[in-house]
């Protein structure tokens, strides 16, 4: 009997965990994109565009401190991954050869002549670095805006090498959350050129040392595209968004339009200070993405390390443009290689159909049971609801994702349920057909059927617990529900069944049993 009580109260105890995690249930278990509805996305980092991008700053920052430190050149030109720098005087050498120590990228490759030219190269094992680091970069600048996007249980997840897999259950409004996704969000300071005509740069090219770019005007009602004006600039950035602290988004007096407000740090704030206080009277570009959005002049000096973004943006794209800045520019752009939108009344039919398969196999399986096994059946449909309800608490104490392959594991865990009871069940009469008593023949029944019931359950968790670490989404949903089901039913079919019994003849003289 004490043992009877020990076991009883610990049936009792999972029990009544498993209902507290249930109630309520759309609040722990989460529905996954299939059922709920929302975007699945596979992109592509153009990760060699990040190697570009760094050996474009590389040079930048060359021209500058050369000049800075008095180096003089007769060559400085960049072709790919090399670097060229022929300089003027012999004298300079040591100088140049100082500077380059800052820049361990690049490798010197030859040095010719007299005075000496010099050929440094981004070698192919560091771009594969900065191609790596980018990805992960990528990655993790995206996780932040999703995560400021306020998506619940999104999923991201690397596949390849370059390739990321986006899943946003329960999202509204695709189209939003992909243009945010994608958002490369380079926000650049550049000077305007003086003297020089965009529209002779549109037919015959930008002149040396400028780039032409275009201002964009949106209508202050509808926030449409009305206008794309050329303009030039120079290629050089005064100041990009690597200083900014943060960013968000205002309403303007006049026109009751949003704009988005940016701080930078006091390294940002004391170039932004320096550059205005240069040019006053002279018109800056504010670019995002290669678009100019506003083009201001300068009226005085800005020391405070603040400027504003304004473009005719309606409040989300404001809000999107705000979130993008905040969570840092991705390191290279990304392709949308694949994309797929679910819709919430898709997810509805998947979910009805799922509860209808659970419910009709739920149904077979325990009329099977009744007949064939008579009053030992309802043991083991009893040892069945239990599974169920253990099965469901364990989602809501993890909190998981259902799926509709999660479903399909929940019936299949409701077949292989009575698996175990159908093994004990066959042991118990053989050994009643040999004349020993139902005492013995019930231990006897577990006794023997333990072994197979452990080795079978034991494979099939370790095919699923594969699934779940190598898996992706819907594997997952499917291998969390069909491992979570397989140790519910060892309990339930094992365990529970065996508490019946036990209580049973403890409380009669049982010497038949209906099996």
């Known amino acids: 009997m004490k043992r009877l009580d020990w076991r009883g109260g610990l049936i009792a105890v999972v029990v009544l965990v498993a209902v507290f995690f ?31 991008a760094k050996i474009d700053r590389y040079f930048g920052e060359l021209k500058s401190r050369l000049e800075k430190d008095d180096i003089r050149t007769r060559t400085l030109r960049r072709k790919g991954r090399r670097v060229t720098i022929g300089l003027h005087r012999e004298s300079d050498r040591a100088k140049l050869t100082a500077l380059m120590a800052e820049y361990p990228d690049l490798a010197l490759q030859t040095v010719n002549g007299k005075p000496p030219v010099f050929v440094y190269a981004y070698p192919a094992k560091v771009a594969r670095r900065t191609m790596e680091q980018a990805i992960s970069q990528a990655l993790e600048t995206i996780r932040n805006r999703i995560d400021q996007f306020g998506v619940r249980e999104p999923t991201l997840q690397r596949q390849g090498e370059r390739r990321i897999i986006i899943q946003l259950p329960g999202v509204k409004d695709p189209s ?12 650049e300071f550049k000077m305007m ?20 770019l275009y201002q964009i005007e949106r209508d202050k009602v509808t926030g449409e595209v009305v206008s794309r004006d050329p303009v030039l600039v120079k290629k050089e950035s005064a100041l990009t968004g690597d ?15 949003p704009y988005v407000t940016v701080s930078f740090d006091s390294v940002g704030a004391g170039i932004f200070g320096r550059l205005t206080a240069a040019n006053v009277g002279r018109r800056m570009a504010i670019i995002l993405d290669g678009v100019v959005y506003s083009a ?9 390390g603040r400027a504003q973004i304004s ?4 409040m989300n794209e404001a809000t999107d443009l705000a979130i993008a800045l905040r969570a840092g520019a991705l390191p290279a752009p990304v392709e949308v290689l694949e994309e797929r939108n679910v819709g919430p009344s898709l997810g509805a039919d998947s979910i009805r159909q799922g509860v209808i398969s659970i419910i009709v196999g739920f149904i077979l399986v325990m009329v099977f049971m009744a007949v064939y096994y008579r009053m030992s059946g309802g043991v083991a449909i009893l040892a069945l609801l239990l599974n169920l309800i253990l099965l469901v608490g364990a989602l809501g104490f993890f909190e998981a994702t259902l799926t509709l392959p999660g479903i399909a594991g929940v019936v299949l865990t409701v077949g292989m349920a009575v698996d175990a009871n159908v093994l004990i069940f066959e042991r118990i009469r053989e050994e009643l057909r040999l004349g020993k008593t139902v005492r013995s023949a019930i231990d006897a029944g577990y006794g023997k059927a333990f072994l197979t019931i452990l080795d079978a359950n034991v494979t099939t968790l370790i095919a699923a617990l594969v699934l779940l670490q190598f898996g992706t989404g819907p594997i997952k949903g499917f291998a969390i529900t069909l491992s979570i089901g397989i140790v519910a039913s060892m309990f339930t079919a094992i365990f529970v069944t065996r508490f019946v019994y036990d209580f049973a003849l403890t409380r009669k003289d049982i010497r038949s049993l209906s099996i």
Not at 246 to 255: H, K, L, S, Y
């Open 176 to 187: 939003r959350a992909k243009a945010l996704i994608g958002k490369t969000a380079l926000l």
């Open 243 to 257: 200083h900014l602290t943060n960013a968000r988004v205002e309403i303007g007096d006049r026109f009751s339009q």
């Open 296 to 304: 201001p002049v300068i009226q005085e000096p800005i020391p405070g």
């Open 311 to 314: 473009g005719g943006f309606t």
């Open 22 to 52: 249930i109630i309520p249930p759309g609040e722990r278990i989460k529905l996954g994109l299939d059922l709920q509805g929302g975007i699945h996305l596979v992109l592509e980092v153009q990760a060699e565009k990040a190697v570009e």
């Open 193 to 212: 050129a003086q003297n020089a005509d965009p529209a002779e740069a549109v037919k015959s090219g930008a002149p040396e040392g400028l780039l032409l």
